[in-house]
């Protein structure tokens, strides 16, 4: 049996195959597409040519999201500062320079931040500095991000307990 935390199963919505049963291997990049948040997946058992985009809400695999979103929050302030000013650079001639600036602050700040109301929390994992953090889903939207564990016990304290004691096991 594959270990959990490498592989995760993705159920086809699609046609004939709405039986099938996809392992992800792993998550590769994550886009916002008609305000809907997809993943690049790498399929086990596939070459990277069958990559392909998925919507967040045709996945199970918490524990990946978790560890590629964690990897991409680590990106040191001075890395995503450098980010920032390249980009709005190469949008100069480009009329939506504003729109690149909203993006890149919007990509930044977690949900709580722009005012949206949480979900459910979908996992938990560490940063680099060793601070709790959780895959927050957010209410009447299918993006996810993660948010510092001390923000949603104070913001969301239910759901901090729901969420730990959904994964509360007693050993007799």
Do not use: H
Not at 133 to 138: A, E, G, R, V
Request: proline letters at 5%; aromatic letters at 8%; a positive charge.
């Amino acid at each position: 049996m594959a270990d959990p935390m490498k592989s995760v199963d993705l159920i086809s919505p699609r046609g004939a195959n709405a039986d099938v049963i996809y392992t992800v291997e792993k998550v590769l990049d994550r886009r916002v597409r008609n305000g809907k948040t997809e993943y690049f997946l790498k399929w086990n058992g596939y070459t990277s040519d069958d990559n392909t985009w998925e919507p967040v809400e045709n996945l199970n695999c918490p524990d990946l999201i978790i560890t590629f979103e964690a990897a991409r929050t680590d990106v040191p302030v001075k890395d995503i500062k450098n980010k920032r000013k390249r980009s709005v650079a190469k949008n100069k001639r480009d009329k939506s320079t504003g729109k690149t600036r909203r993006k890149i602050t919007s990509e930044m700040e977690n949900g709580f931040d722009r005012g949206l109301e949480p979900d459910r929390i979908l996992g938990a994992t560490t940063n680099a500095k060793n601070e709790i953090m959780f895959l927050m889903k957010w209410k009447n939207s299918d993006e996810a991000n993660l948010v510092p564990a001390k923000q949603a016990n104070l913001v969301c304290p239910q759901l901090v307990i729901q969420f730990y004691e959904d994964r509360l096991t007693f050993q007799p």
